[in-house]
């Protein structure tokens, strides 16, 4: 896309990505703001938002560019916090980052952007390779989607933090948040905790025996491996279901295989085109691509399946390498 003489808005997280972007528009000939988008952070626990932002006006004073704080603080309280903790407390695995996405950062901060003289947003996103994270767009509107530039989005992480070097931005060895987003450093696991609590409760084997306790079921997904505390015979265990109410598991030695003719279920869905479009599903981040059909809310695919699924997950689409939608399972 040919950015010479836009106004682009590009959302400023202080870390290397979105810096890269910010100067490879600017190259492009783009007028660019930068914009912090600032959230929601849990009180009493560490984060890292006031280095994150400090870190974003050191990119923009590095490239000489306008620079923003966007107050999306109640928005993404409502929408991806106590959207994550809803649905934990009812059993479920949400992707907290797919509701940022679609309610904050191509939400919030698109209609920010357009308010005040953008032609497009910008975002620091890969959309192929080993960093790939369309997964996490699929509910994102396509109007939105059709006003942003990725300017890393095909790109290698070497060669952005190589890029990044070579133009002399401040973030360039600046390592990557691995929390939820927006929540800097801090793990869904930590912060889960201290919202919800964590008490141990009885696992069971599929005939009922107790084979061990584990450490909250609020806490575990179906599918994952799970270390059992007291365990009556050695692992590897995988969480087959779980009861919230009863604070209880039921695991296997294996996690359980979904047949081919059961489909996946799923709600919520949005298409960024038709649901004939979709040949491909993919059920787990970085998890396996499997062929298959959309058909009436169910996705079929080819063949088995070899995991059991977590309902609250995403169930992504793609036609070929474009992302084509997405929905949420269902179980």
């Not at 000489?64 to 993404?76: E, G, H, K, M, N």
């Not at 084997?205 to 179906?222: I, K």
Request: net charge neutral; proline share 5%; charged share 25%.
């Amino acid at each position: 896309m040919n950015v010479r003489g836009k106004n682009v808005f590009v959302g400023l997280s202080g870390g290397v990505d979105s810096a890269v972007s910010a100067a490879l528009l600017q190259r492009a000939g783009a007028r660019v703001t930068g914009v912090f988008i600032k959230g929601w952070y849990p009180p009493g626990m560490p984060c890292t938002w006031a280095e994150d932002r400090r870190d974003a006006m050191r990119v923009a004073a590095r490239l000489r560019i306008p620079f923003v704080t966007l107050d999306a603080s109640a928005q993404y309280k409502r929408s991806v916090i106590d959207y994550l903790l809803a649905e934990y407390r009812a059993g479920r695995t949400p992707n907290p980052d797919v509701m940022c996405n679609r309610d904050i950062k191509f939400g919030a901060f698109y209609r920010y952007a357009m308010a005040h003289g953008a032609d497009l947003i910008a975002t620091g996103h890969y959309r192929s390779g080993e960093k790939d994270q369309s997964y996490f767009l699929w509910a994102v509107p396509q109007e939105a989607l059709d006003a942003c530039v990725f300017p890393v989005g095909d790109m290698d992480k070497r060669e952005v933090r190589a890029l990044a070097k070579r133009l002399d931005l401040p973030v360039a060895d600046k390592r990557d948040s691995q929390g939820v987003c927006f929540l800097g450093n801090i793990s869904v696991e930590e912060f889960l905790r201290a919202e919800l609590g964590a008490e141990p409760g009885t696992a069971r084997d599929e005939s009922g025996a107790v084979v061990g306790t584990h450490s909250g079921a609020a806490l575990s997904t179906v599918g994952e491996r799970v270390a059992l505390m007291d365990a009556q015979a050695p692992g590897p265990w995988f969480v087959r279901e779980k009861d919230v109410e009863k604070n209880e598991l039921v695991v296997g030695r294996q996690s359980a295989p979904r047949e081919a003719g059961e489909g996946i279920r799923f709600s919520s869905a949005n298409w960024l085109g038709g649901a004939d479009d979709a040949t491909e599903a993919q059920y787990r981040y970085r998890g396996p691509r499997v062929k298959g059909r959309v058909e009436s809310g169910r996705f079929i695919p080819e063949g088995p399946l070899p995991e059991a699924l977590a309902s609250g997950q995403s169930l992504v689409f793609y036609a070929g390498d474009r992302l084509a939608g997405g929905g949420i399972i269902e179980r």
